[in-house]
């Protein structure tokens, strides 16, 4: 920029003549608007105002309109939540309204029931209960110690560059669909069991216990188990994970300070501090574990048959309920049977999801992402 | 005296075997989880070309010969029906649940919403069936059908939506909120206005997780619709029945028929890239939410 001596000299001169303004700014000056560039005098008041209460009822109307139409919204609102209530009351009101021939004619007896004879007309759950709970044990027994164990890697072992894209990669693969599990198991889980897994089984654990024993089909509930097991995993790991990371730093700060390893800190103090997450995830597998039924349908064998065996076949009640359920409508007593089963089933899910969830809102503060029964 | 340097072997090696321990158990949990990737692959590269995706199945049995077309296009239209259900009611309910949070009815619908999200699938298909597809009794009577099924799984996704929307519009700032309403905002207004536009992102997230969910959800459809080999004319009705991807892979694998297995595999790689993709999708969006929320301060 050039420097321009005249303003300079300007300048100079206004301050020697005792103006701190510069000449080129005008003083302000304020002229008052003439007649008619004012608004209309009845635009900006009433000549004759109306008497005090008229103005104090007319904002009261116009209050309570407000409040009228706030009202209208609030409820309409609650239209949406009557519809997930009326959802839900459907889902529980057909489960109990057509399992209740079923429910009367079997009371309770029926819980521990193992004959299932539509012929007959004898139906009980034992079976599938017992077929139920081994698929969901095995698959939980595998889970269990890879999902937590892992769940400490992401944690706290594996390098910072890495946790990211694991942490991703496992939450990514949780939603595959149960039905890719199952045409895995049979492509590949059912030949190994068959071919290797279960003749070793016979040969080293099966000479002492006969539970180890069996035909080496490769269908069965180890199959559906260990299907289960790792499609349940991911889920374990990554609730496990996000209770872990929760545990706060002084915490983990003062056991360092304390003179542990890394290992002491982790099994001594993280551990511990996150017991009730860790159950709360693994209540949660249990849920996703024992509504799973696409997987299971196709590697248990469906065999209405108390496994005795860890190689021995099996059912389970939602593998029943998919497989025969078209064909059980025909006869009313079968079908409420079918939906008993599935009203037992619904029960557990609903208390497991409950309390785990409880679990871990108290330990997380709300943030939790849904995950649906199986597939 | 002074205590010996360093640690002791025994802890030494404690520290180091459960640091081991983890690292196999982490590949332990990822190694069958690629495994089924790359065995759907492999099993099925066969099969994999593009006419695979867009040619209809031939052949006897069914499936044979051509692809996935049928699956394709009737999964789409599920995906479709459901979200025309889930996605208004959900959002309506999650607004519900997000304005009137603290009244008493609010939290048992949060409850019973929350309750929804554990009922197994199986139940659902029992449920679809006497709503939807039954022809004796209480219901719609469209037997087994697209709309059916579409709205069974629309029920599925209805609480996911639910929740998920009530997430978003709790992470719009409470300041915002209370801004607008301070300035005389109606509360309809700050709904249309404001916390709906800031939590937009949040429910479209949402939505994808539900259309995630469902895509691969199998046993509501024996239930309510079964399969078809072509593209029905109609969705409601005797012959109202739509293919579906998942339903698909099942009848393939459930034949003991070397040719339809790796159709199967096929089509279940082609499943899971299609899950797989919606899932980054969901995770680049709320990426450039956060990111997006981060550079408006």
Not at chain 2, 4 to 20: C, D, H, T, W
Not at chain 2, 268 to 283: E, F, H, S, W
Request: proline fraction near 5%.
């Amino acid at each position: 920029m050039e420097f321009n001596p005249d303003i300079q000299e300007e300048n100079e001169e206004s301050l020697n003549e005792g103006s701190r303004l510069p000449s080129a700014v005008s003083p302000l000056t304020f002229v008052s608007p003439t007649e008619e560039e004012l608004p209309s005098r009845d635009l900006v008041a009433p000549k004759d105002l109306p008497p005090e209460g008229v103005i104090k009822r007319s904002r009261k109307a116009a209050h309570a309109k407000m409040l009228r139409s706030e009202m209208l919204f609030r409820i309409s609102l609650m239209g949406g939540g009557l519809l997930v209530m009326g959802l839900f009351l459907t889902v529980l009101g057909v489960s109990v309204v057509k399992a209740w021939p079923s429910i009367t004619r079997f009371g309770w007896a029926f819980l521990w029931t193992s004959t299932w004879n539509p012929h007959k007309q004898i139906f009980g759950a034992w079976t599938y209960l017992v077929g139920t709970f081994w698929v969901t044990g095995i698959s939980l027994v595998v889970a269990i110690p890879v999902a937590i164990l892992s769940a400490l890697f992401l944690s706290d072992y594996s390098p910072k560059w890495l946790t990211g894209i694991v942490s991703t990669l496992i939450e990514m693969l949780a939603g595959i669909p149960s039905i890719v599990f199952g045409a895995f198991g049979i492509i590949f889980m059912v030949p190994l069991l068959r071919d290797h897994v279960e003749p070793f089984l016979a040969d080293t654990l099966g000479k002492r216990w006969d539970f180890f024993n069996g035909d080496a089909m490769g269908y069965g509930i180890l199959a559906a188990g260990l299907v289960v097991g790792i499609m349940v995993i991911p889920l374990v790991a990554t609730v496990t994970r996000d209770s872990l990371v929760m545990v706060p730093r002084e915490t983990v700060e003062a056991s360092y300070a304390l003179g542990s390893t890394k290992a002491e800190m982790v099994f001594f103090v993280k551990l511990p501090a996150v017991v009730p997450g860790i159950i709360g995830s693994v209540i949660l597998g249990f849920g996703r574990a024992i509504g799973e039924t696409m997987a299971v349908l196709l590697l248990i064998g469906n065999q209405a048959s108390i496994p005795t065996s860890i190689q021995d076949v099996g059912y389970t009640i939602s593998s029943l309920l998919a497989n025969t359920f078209t064909y059980a409508v025909i006869d009313p007593l079968f079908s409420a049977a079918e939906i008993e089963l599935g009203l037992i089933l619904l029960v557990i899910s609903l208390v497991v999801n409950t309390v785990g969830r409880e679990l871990l809102l108290k330990l997380m503060g709300g943030r939790l992402a849904g995950s649906v029964g199986g597939g | 005296m002074l205590p010996a340097k360093g640690l002791s072997p025994y802890r030494r090696f404690r520290n180091a075997i459960l640091g081991i321990l983890t690292g196999i158990a982490f590949v332990l949990a990822v190694t069958p989880l690629l495994a089924i990737i790359y065995i759907a692959y492999d099993r099925g590269k066969n099969a994999l070309s593009l006419s695979f995706i867009t040619s209809m199945p031939s052949g006897f049995p069914v499936g044979i010969e051509g692809g996935i077309a049928n699956g394709i296009v009737g999964s789409l239209i599920l995906i479709m029906l459901a979200s025309l259900l889930s996605v208004p009611v959900g959002v309506w309910a999650g607004l519900y649940l997000w304005d009137q949070a603290h009244t008493g009815f609010a939290k048992a619908t949060r409850l019973l919403s929350d309750l929804l999200l554990g009922v197994p699938s199986v139940i659902w298909g029992v449920v679809g069936y006497y709503v939807f597809s039954t022809n004796t009794g209480f219901g719609f009577h469209w037997g087994f059908s697209g709309l059916a099924a579409g709205l069974t799984l629309g029920f599925i996704m209805i609480p996911i939506v639910t929740r998920v929307t009530e997430q978003a519009l709790r992470d719009v700032p409470r300041s915002y909120i209370e801004g607008a309403l301070a300035l005389g905002a109606s509360r309809f207004q700050v709904v249309r206005g404001l916390a709906v536009p800031a939590a937009i992102t949040g429910i479209g997230t949402g939505v994808l997780l539900g259309v995630l969910n469902v895509l691969g959800q199998t046993a509501p459809l024996v239930f309510t619709n079964y399969y078809n080999t072509g593209i029905p004319h109609s969705l409601v009705g005797s012959n109202g029945s739509v293919g579906d991807l998942a339903m698909q892979i099942f009848i393939y694998i459930h034949e003991p028929s070397k040719a339809l297995h790796v159709k199967a595999m096929a089509a279940a790689l082609v499943l899971t890239v299609i899950v797989l993709l919606l899932d980054m999708g969901i995770r680049l969006l709320a990426w450039g939410s956060r990111k997006y929320a981060q550079r408006m301060g």
